[in-house]
């Protein structure tokens, strides 16, 4: 059972580039999140979904997009990198209510 | 509007001693879950224990246990016989019911320092 995957793990961007982070999980969770979390801090919502083809904002969405065509995926696109992008982010997954969360491994990006 | 607050940036235990951790947390929600979750140096996310809005007695999970004070609305989390291992990054977090969207916010951390 592998939960919840992301990738890649690691990214170098330059700015002004684009890219997606990938997500998937495997548990029909209908919740999915996209955190980022900057050195020393705690984790920051970007954009979370309760099911496919339904997105809402976090607390930190600009210069973020993303999408939820299936339950599975939930990618996040990065835009027109700029340097203040540059740090961990973490996608998770949860049943509906007030349940816990699963976390992926986290994707270590840089934006130089 | 959900709020997280951990006022602690950082934390010192002897070994085998207890630590508290301390949460509080701001919510209109009757319905609503508190969470901690162990970031070690390793950067995963491990989640440690649950406290759901209407749970009359504190949560237990081995050596962790929650100190939930639902008047004060603080949410502490109690490490007893602290481990060299139990050295990471804690947080608290909390997930709204249906009107909160079940959104999981997060407080800023605390780093705690095991000493042997």
């Known amino acids: 059972n592998a939960g919840v995957t992301q990738t890649p793990k690691f990214r170098i961007l330059k700015i002004g580039q684009s890219m997606t982070l990938q997500c998937t999980q495997d548990?029909?969770?209908?919740?999915m999140y996209w955190y980022r979390q900057d050195p020393g801090m705690g984790l920051k919502l970007i954009y979370y979904s309760v099911g496919a083809g339904i997105t809402d904002k976090g607390e930190v969405p600009n210069g973020y997009n993303v999408s939820r065509s299936t339950t599975e995926d939930f990618p996040l696109r990065l835009e027109l990198a700029a340097p203040s992008q540059t740090s961990v982010y973490f996608c998770a997954s949860s049943y509906a209510g007030p349940e816990k969360l699963f976390f992926g491994s986290g994707t270590q990006l840089s934006v130089l | 509007a959900q709020k997280i607050t951990q006022t602690q940036p950082g934390m010192f235990v002897q070994e085998k001693e207890a630590v508290t951790l301390d949460c509080t947390y701001d919510t209109s929600d009757p319905s609503y879950g508190l969470f901690w979750y162990k970031q070690p140096s390793s950067g995963e996310m491990i989640f440690l224990i649950y406290?759901?809005?209407?749970?009359?007695q504190n949560a237990t999970e081995g050596r962790y246990s929650l100190n939930f004070q639902k008047a004060r609305k603080s949410a502490n989390l109690v490490i007893s016989a602290s481990q060299l291992g139990d050295s990471a990054m804690y947080f608290c977090?909390?997930?709204?019911?249906?009107?909160?969207?079940?959104?999981?916010?997060f407080g800023a951390g605390t780093r705690l320092f095991v000493k042997a």
């Open positions: 977090a909390m997930r709204e019911g249906s009107t909160g969207g079940f959104k999981t916010i």
């Open positions: 548990m029909n969770h209908n919740y």
């Open positions: 406290q759901g809005s209407y749970d009359q």
